[in-house]
């Protein structure tokens, strides 16, 4: 065979060789199919401690129960008792020492996350019940008038 037909061959086998070795450089030697096999095992083994070593930020609404089972009564009956309730106040894994407190956002930004008016309804989202912000008692704040433990005004 002539030479013009080897040359490119060439190049293709140090290409390969080059990938090769940067492989051998650049992948951890964890890194690979373990017992699971490629469907399951395909990763870097080590990550597995990293992860169990991550630490906790979440409880659920369960933990809160035991000191304010008089907003878990309440929440968990009502329309938003499907929504946790750190959700809302943010991560308690560590409360009551340290936040002592969790946090109370009274701001409309934290419910029209959820209730602004979808003008383009597309997804599940658009099920929850949406206002007009700029119309709907632009001043005040939601929870003046609204439980968010218990919004619904049906009542009233
Ligand atoms: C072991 C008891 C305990 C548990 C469990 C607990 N809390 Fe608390 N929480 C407290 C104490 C004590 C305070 C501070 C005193 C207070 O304001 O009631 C507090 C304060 C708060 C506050 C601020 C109240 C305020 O008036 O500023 C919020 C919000 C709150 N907790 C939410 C939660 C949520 C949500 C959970 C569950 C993820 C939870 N807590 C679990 C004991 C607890
Ligand atoms: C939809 C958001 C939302 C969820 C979910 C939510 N909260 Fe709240 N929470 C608020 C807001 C807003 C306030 C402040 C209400 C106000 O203006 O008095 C508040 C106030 C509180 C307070 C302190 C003030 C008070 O009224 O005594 C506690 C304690 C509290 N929430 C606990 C909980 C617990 C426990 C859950 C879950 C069972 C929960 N919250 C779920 C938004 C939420
Ligand atoms: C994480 C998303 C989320 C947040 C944040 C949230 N909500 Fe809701 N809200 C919902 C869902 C979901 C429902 C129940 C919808 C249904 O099934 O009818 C609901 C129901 C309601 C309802 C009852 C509507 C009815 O038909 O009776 C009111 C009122 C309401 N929310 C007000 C608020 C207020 C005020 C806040 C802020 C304190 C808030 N929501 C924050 C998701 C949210
Ligand atoms: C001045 C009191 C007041 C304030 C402040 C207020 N609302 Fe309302 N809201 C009402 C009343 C009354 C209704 C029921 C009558 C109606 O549909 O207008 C209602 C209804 C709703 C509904 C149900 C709409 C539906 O179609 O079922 C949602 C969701 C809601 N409000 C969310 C909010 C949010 C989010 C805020 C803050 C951005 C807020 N509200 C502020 C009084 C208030």
Redesign the pocket.
């Known amino acids: 065979m002539k030479s013009h037909v080897w040359r490119p061959l060439f190049v293709v086998i140090a290409l390969v060789l080059g990938i090769l070795l940067f492989r051998a450089f650049y992948v951890p030697e964890d890194f690979g199919a373990h017992d699971r096999g490629y469907t399951f095992g395909f990763h870097r083994l080590s990550n597995e401690q990293e992860w169990q070593a991550f630490p906790a930020k ?4 369960g ?6 089972d008089d ?1 878990v009564e309440t929440w968990a009956i009502s329309a938003h008792g499907m929504i ?3 959700n ?2 943010g991560a ?1 894994f560590d ?2 020492e340290d936040p ?5 956002d009274r701001s409309r930004d934290l419910c029209l996350r959820c209730h602004a008016q979808l003008y383009m309804p597309s997804s599940g989202r658009n099920d929850i019940p949406g206002i007009d912000a700029t119309q709907h008692n632009p001043e005040e704040s939601c929870s003046d008038c609204h439980d968010p433990h218990n919004p619904s005004l049906e009542e009233m």
């Open positions: 979440y409880r659920d609404s933990y809160c129960n035991e000191c304010h907003k946790p309730c750190e809302c106040h308690a409360h009551p002592e407190k969790l946090k109370i």
